[in-house]
């Protein structure tokens, strides 16, 4: 990091301790720890909003295809994270890089995600109305994980679980 700047380093460090953070929290893979997920943040965002793609938690044998999560907390759900399951999703993981364009059927969930080391976009579409006749436990709050359009000021890290 010698000769970098100031600004780039808080900012290496930010994400460097940001992901960790979401690490040791609360991302068990529950039977799924051979899989790799996703954690990104939006910078200098008031509402303090992290998302994760990950496998859905019910995962029970690795031979299964893997079922998608994208789960949101933020500052008013504190340490909750509001879950928003992707049936049928398939992200594309390469080297540095992860790529998901999602739409289901009704068009009540719509995410794409485009992570690479030249910058990261995250567009999220959700509607509760539509969407609760598909899935009757569907948490009311995923409204809150709408982004209002693609965010692009947002920190994104790819982790490999333990195989």
Avoid at 9 to 15: D, Q, S, T, W
Avoid at 94 to 112: K, P
Avoid at 134 to 146: A, G, Q
């Amino acid at each position: 990091m010698h000769g970098s700047s100031p600004v780039r380093r808080r900012r290496l460090l930010f994400v460097t301790v940001s992901v960790a953070c979401a690490l040791l929290m609360s991302h068990p893979l529950q039977g799924r720890e051979d899989m790799a997920f996703v954690t990104c943040r939006a910078r200098d965002d008031p509402r303090g909003r992290e998302f994760t793609l990950r496998p859905a938690g019910d995962q029970k044998t690795s031979a299964a295809i893997p079922q998608w999560q994208l789960s949101m907390r933020d500052a008013e759900s504190k340490s909750a994270w509001i879950n928003l399951l992707l049936p049928g999703a398939k992200p594309v993981f390469g080297d540095a890089t992860v790529r998901l364009s999602y739409q289901n059927a009704n068009g009540g969930r719509h995410v794409d995600l485009d992570v690479s080391p030249a910058g990261s976009r995250l567009d999220v579409w959700v509607d509760y109305g539509l969407d609760v006749n598909v899935e009757p436990d569907l948490d009311p709050h995923v409204d809150r994980m709408n982004t209002d359009g693609p965010l692009t000021a947002i920190d994104c890290a790819i982790q490999q679980g333990a195989k």
